[in-house]
Each structure stands twice: as C-alpha cells, then as structure tokens.
C-alpha cells in the first residue's frame, strides 16, 4: 500500500505549520454564521480527516484554542488564521483548505447549512446544496 502524500499548511504569518496526509474523507463548503464569523468569508471550504493524520510541525505553543473540550477551533494566536477545527468528538480535523500550502487531491463536493447562508452570497456552481448537513 501506498503511503498518501504529506501536505504543508500554515497560518497567515507563517508562526504555525502543520502537515497532514493529503488523504482526506471528504471535503465540504460550510455556510452556517457560525464559519462565516469565523472566517470572515461567505462560507468555508475544509477537508475532513482523522486528527491523527495531521501533525503541527512548528508553533504549537502560539496556538489559540476556541471551543469546548472536545470540539474547538485552532487558530495561530499571533495572527489569527483558522488553521483547523477539532470535530466530532475529537476524532476528526476540520482543515480549512485556504491554509493548505499544497495543492490537495480533493475538492469540495456539496455545500452544506445553505438554509443559513449569507443573504448576499449567490452560489452559483452546479455542487449539491444543503439546508442542514446531509445525515
């Protein structure tokens, strides 16, 4: 078996760095309020992957925890950047794919929590879209 392909990503100001396995389970653009304050965006594009798959590499003492115990947002405390979310009980990352220096093998297949997209944002590619997340 092939070994996947290790990914870099990092954070605005390059003070932390990950890597994770260009292996992911599925990759999704979110609407809900709740990723577009923390994006400052319209919507976020992540790829989900099992939180072993992925390695901070540099900087792991300036990272800025935002969440609960088990489910929270990594972002780089010195600029800000959403590097990751922690997810489904803590098995799952959530990596924002803008952080992604390579280029994945994946590409956002559906958009999900667009009952509560941004009233001036238009879709306007031919992916799936959800109200909710599909189940």
Request: charged share 20%; proline share 4%; with cysteine.
């Amino acid at each position: 078996m092939t070994k996947p392909k290790k990914l870099s990503g990092k954070c605005l100001c390059g003070a932390v760095q990950y890597q994770v396995d260009d292996d992911f389970a599925y990759a999704l653009n979110c609407h809900c309020s709740n990723c577009r304050r923390t994006t400052g965006s319209a919507f976020k594009s992540f790829a989900g992957i099992k939180i072993d798959r992925l390695k901070l590499i540099k900087g792991a003492e300036n990272i800025l925890n935002y969440g609960d115990d088990v489910n929270y947002d990594h972002h780089c405390g010195s600029c800000g950047s959403l590097l990751y979310s922690v997810v489904r009980d803590g098995e799952y990352a959530h990596v924002t794919m803008g952080t992604l220096v390579d280029t994945p093998s994946i590409r956002p297949n559906a958009h999900i929590f667009v009952g509560s997209k941004a009233p001036w944002h238009e879709i306007t590619d031919d992916l799936p879209q959800f109200d909710e997340l599909p189940t």
